[in-house]
């Protein structure tokens, strides 16, 4: 059994946003590092997924299910009765990968329509751990307000920038070098990707 099982499962959370490969290897690095997840997607990635993933939302999430040795439970855009939904359930942390800037505009309104930008507002009023992965260029003004707000907040912002130091070959070493340090912070010990100073 993996030392990881019997922690909270970690939320993650893809939206419309350009890069959701970003989000698809986290949930396989995590699954495949003995970590449950708790899936929920936006409507928008109907749209993006075979434009970017040449596959249906659908096949992604199968595909997905079939990796372990964590477990993947996938909610509805507004099932509420998820335990995302609910501060007084045992939460893990929360990882929107990719974020888009509408998704960054309603969690500040607090708007909760979804059970993604509830399970948003769960986080920030409970103190749990928050990570937004946003993917757009270049940024607007009130981009960067809404943006410093959730940091003020206490929401780690990590863009998808990837780094170039460790020399990557290939689209995928920079989708790892992001997903390796969206893993630091979440405390999962992956080796995915060089880090600075090593061999």
Request: with cysteine.
């Amino acid at each position: 059994m993996s030392k990881d099982k019997g922690k909270p499962a970690i939320g993650v959370a893809w939206t419309g946003a350009s890069g959701l490969v970003y989000g698809v290897r986290l949930v396989d690095v995590l699954l495949n590092a003995g970590r449950d997840v708790n899936l929920v997607v936006s409507s928008a990635v109907a749209q993006t997924a075979p434009v970017e993933m040449n596959h249906p939302v659908e096949g992604l999430v199968e595909r997905l299910r079939t990796l372990g040795p964590g477990e993947l439970r996938v909610f509805g855009r507004t099932e509420f009765t998820s335990p995302m939904a609910s501060g007084s359930a045992t939460g893990g942390p929360l990882v929107i990968i990719p974020c888009s800037m509408g998704t960054v505009g309603r969690m500040v309104a607090g708007t909760s329509e979804t059970l993604l930008l509830r399970a948003a507002d769960v986080c920030l009023k409970e103190r749990r751990q928050l990570i937004i992965v946003p993917r757009e260029t270049p940024l607007a003004t009130h981009h960067l307000e809404n943006l410093t707000k959730l940091s003020s907040w206490g929401v780690l912002v990590m863009p998808a920038a990837p780094g170039f130091y460790h020399q990557p070959t290939s689209p995928g070493d920079l989708v790892d070098f992001m997903v390796q340090r969206v893993c630091d912070h979440l405390g999962v010990e992956v080796d995915l990707s060089p880090r600075w100073g090593e061999e």
